[in-house]
Antibody, heavy 121, light 114 residues
Framework: QVQLVQSGGGVVQPGGSLRLSCAAS????????MHWVRQAPGKGLEWVAV????????YYADSVKGRFTISRDNSKSTLYLQMNSLRDDDTAVYYC??????????????WGQGTLVTVSS | DFVMTQSPDSLAVSLGERATINCKSS????????????LAWYQQKPGQPPKLLISWASTRESGVPDRFSGSGSGTDFTLTITSLQAEDVAVYYC??????????FGGGTKVEIK
């Protein structure tokens, strides 16, 4: 069965950095686009970034562009989100999500369990 | 940017009654090349990640009860729960996944029991 197991997260000071990981299993990871989505406390869902199945294309929300980097290691079936220059408003639960086969224009059929990132001094 | 507007923000429905949630996209999500609407619906219960209910505007995911249905095309869409059950209490989100970035979610609709 498909599993997305997230790690990383925690408390970081404003201006700091953090890296999130998402280990995938149960499907051919290298064939699927992957996304990060976040949810601030008590708020709705905000898409953060997507990476194509082969890593050749990445897209970001304007709110994180230039600060966050999405990447993947297909040999390890793992997705990453490097977050730099963190701000208070980056505080949220971050989810990885499985996208579509060979395309970024697809719904999210599986989600990770989520990991909390708290930016606070 | 593309905007997804959900209504209402919340609704309270009696057990066994119908719940209707609307979602309006600022631009069409229909792609004529494959005759598909790039619109999904998710259910999120407290403390859990979202769960995909409906894709391509009206395709119910495997294992999703048939009381959930999606309809609409172009810019206007509806999620209907025909006979609300206690386990359906959740927040529901629509999502467009056409012609992005950015990929956009609606603001969410909270469904409660009256």
């Amino acid at each position: 069965q498909v599993q997305l197991v997230q790690s990383g997260g925690g408390v970081v000071q404003p201006g700091g950095s953090l890296r999130l990981s998402c280990a995938a299993s149960g499907f051919t990871f290298s064939n699927y686009g992957m996304h990060w989505v976040r949810q601030a406390p008590g708020k709705g869902l905000e898409w953060v970034a997507v990476i194509s199945y082969d890593g050749s294309n990445t897209y970001y929300a304007d709110s994180v562009k230039g600060r966050f980097t999405i990447s993947r290691d297909n040999s390890k079936s793992t997705l990453y989100l490097q977050m730099n220059s963190l701000r208070d408003d980056d505080t949220a639960v971050y989810y990885c999500a499985k996208g579509g086969p060979m395309t970024v224009m697809y719904h999210f059929d599986y989600w990770g369990q989520g990991t909390l990132v708290t930016v606070s001094s | 940017d593309f905007v997804m507007t959900q209504s209402p923000d919340s609704l309270a429905v009696s057990l066994g009654e119908r719940a209707t949630i609307n979602c309006k996209s600022s631009q069409s999500v229909f792609w004529s090349s494959n005759n598909k609407n790039y619109l999904a619906w998710y259910q999120q219960k407290p403390g859990q990640p979202p769960k995909l209910l409906i894709s391509w505007a009206s395709t119910r995911e495997s294992g999703v009860p048939d009381r959930f249905s999606g309809s609409g095309s172009g810019t206007d869409f509806t999620l209907t729960i025909t006979s609300l059950q206690a386990e359906d209490v959740a927040v529901y989100y629509c999502q467009r996944y056409y012609n992005f970035p950015p990929l956009t979610f609606g603001g969410g609709t909270k469904v409660e029991i009256k």
